[in-house]
């Protein structure tokens, strides 16, 4: 297996997906930068959701296979907490880790013991990621090939065993009582080398060592013929070419943590038998077996370091890489999930790989408004459609109606959808965009040099010029400011090369007349269709519903002018009648 891969919770593994980032402003022209921050109150997290819901794709397997990861999190609220707490435990060990860290100070005991403690926190994280992610009622396959993979990087590590190892070998660096050396001597008895034989949890009984000496030469039978070890000492020299893994020589033995056989060193490793002349022991005795006794704990640190930090990358490296993916996911269903609580309607969207730019919403209405609402209920939904006969809507009414709103709402739906969420409506089935483009009035001061008319135009050309079939394109009152006629002239034309690109967008506007020309319009192109989409108006009150009608204009305002007396009739008598 190679270890260099891992999964991705963003897109199938194997897709060669095509992305494109929406311009900066649009999520704000959108209204989905109070999404992000209601997301997360975390400025990198807002960061990090805000960048995945920038980057867009029209692949159709990329919405469904995030769509069916989002899915099975939403629905598992156990699963979600789970692995949110072992992604603090996975930062946690990725900060303050000494596995990756090298230092010039000479490593002791203390070291090899926490290294054995990180490792052991490291097999936890991975085992209950390994569980958590075993529960039956996950469908999705993004997350069913993230358990696969995180178990066969368990088995390849091979950290069942090693987690044995583990227990058997964990102790405290407080519970070290004493260490026991074997010493190799020459014809004169002067100390030549110097070997670790084990450390130990318990202190040597005798305090002296000339008694311990005495004891061992006292009688015939501990003068030892060979220095073969005949079970009554615990003495190996620990020889660096043997290939075996480190755990394998070490072993919690009746109280002892003893070296048992002989481990492999790499190049840069110390051997543990130290010279004696060439460390100086005759100079102190004592500091000479402290400098031997540390400089073969630390050759022996080093080892396992290098050996710990391997297994900890192969699970690690991984796992921690799809944190930022894994945040992503649980903190937009935080949000969803107090959001139907609330009694938003949400639905998972049902993206389509065929061609063309359809798009078929049921029940929609804007996310920001329904955010800011307190009694949800009171939300307007609404339906629409994209076809080839409705390309391009051009949508009419008035001031304060909804125009604005509905035309948000239809591009929160594809950029919640194609980053793999739920949306705000009944249903929502669509062929995913390439882009998402909006031309929203700008900043006064981001028009000084061009002037209102002149920055339109630039900026809707630039738009142009850059979307496809696939795009969508979403104006907001655009080239209102200037006069009507200067206006609809260049709106017109604007609306035929939309046509002409086939490029799917909703044109909200005050010029009633370019929604009159919508037949005219579709009968000029023959690739696609434009149709005249109000604002409905009920009794001269606002519905915020859509339809499909022919602007209401003039009618409108004279139900406004009859509401408020000022029809000249009215105004005329009321005159007269003072």
Known sequence: MDKSSRSSLLQPAGTDAEYRRLPDHVLHDLGLEEFCQAVSSDPKERRLITNILSQITADPDVAAYRQQIFGDIIRLPELRKTIMELLGKIQFMQDFSTMHKTSDEELGLWHLFHRLDELDDYIRTVETMRECLSDERIKSQGLISLREHITELYQDACFAEMKEDIAALKMKASDVQSVTLGVNVNERFEAVSIGLVSVN???????????????????????????????????????????????????????????????????????????????????????????????????????????????????????????????????????????????????????????????????????????????????????LAFDKA????????????????????????????????????????????????????????????????????????????????????????????????????????????????????????????????????????????AASLIMRTEDGKRSFKVALAQPEGSSYARDIAEKYGVTYDMLVSGSEKQ
């Open 390 to 529: 409705k390309t391009v809507y051009i949508l009419t009414g008035a001031n304060r109606g909804g125009k604005t709103t509905v035309t948000q709402a239809v591009g929160q739906l594809f950029v919640l959808a194609q980053g793999g969420l739920f949306v705000p409506a009944e249903s929502f089935r669509y062929v995913p965009c390439d882009c998402v483009y909006t031309h929203f009035p700008a900043d006064e001061d981001k028009t000084m040099d061009l002037g209102r008319l002149g920055e339109e135009c630039v900026r809707f050309k630039e738009m142009f010029s850059q979307s496809t079939g696939r795009s969508l394109l979403l104006l907001n009152e655009t080239f209102s400011t200037t006069s009507f006629e200067e206006g609809y002239y260049i709106a017109r034309d604007s609306v035929k090369a939309l046509l002409t690109k086939e490029v799917r967008t909703i044109y909200n506007t005050h010029m009633h007349k370019l929604g009159e020309d919508a037949q005219e319009l579709t009968r000029e192109s023959s690739r696609a269709g």
């Open 201 to 383: 949890k318990k202190p040597f009984k005798k305090s002296g060592i000339v008694s311990n000496f005495a004891d061992a030469i006292a009688a015939k039978d501990k003068i030892q013929e060979s220095s073969d070890w005949d079970g009554d000492m615990h003495y190996q020299l620990i020889d660096k070419e043997d290939k075996r893994g480190i755990i394998d020589f070490m072993k919690n033995e009746a109280g002892l943590l003893a070296v048992q056989s002989s481990f492999a060193t790499d190049a840069r490793a110390k051997s543990t038998i130290v010279n004696a002349m060439a460390d100086g022991a005759t100079a102190n005795s004592t500091f000479y077996l402290d400098g031997v006794v540390n400089k073969m704990l630390s050759s022996l640190v080093k080892k396992l370091r290098d050996t710990l930090t391997k297994y900890a990358n192969v699970a690690i490296v991984s796992v921690s890489g799809l944190v930022p993916e894994f945040i992503y996911y649980i903190r937009c269903a935080e949000l969803i999930s107090s959001l139907m609580e609330k009694g938003c309607v949400f639905c998972q969207p049902q993206p389509e790989a065929e061609d063309g730019n359809s798009m078929e919403a049921k029940g929609f209405y804007n996310l920001r408004l329904a955010m800011n609402m307190e009694n949800v209920s009171e939300i307007v939904p609404n339906d």
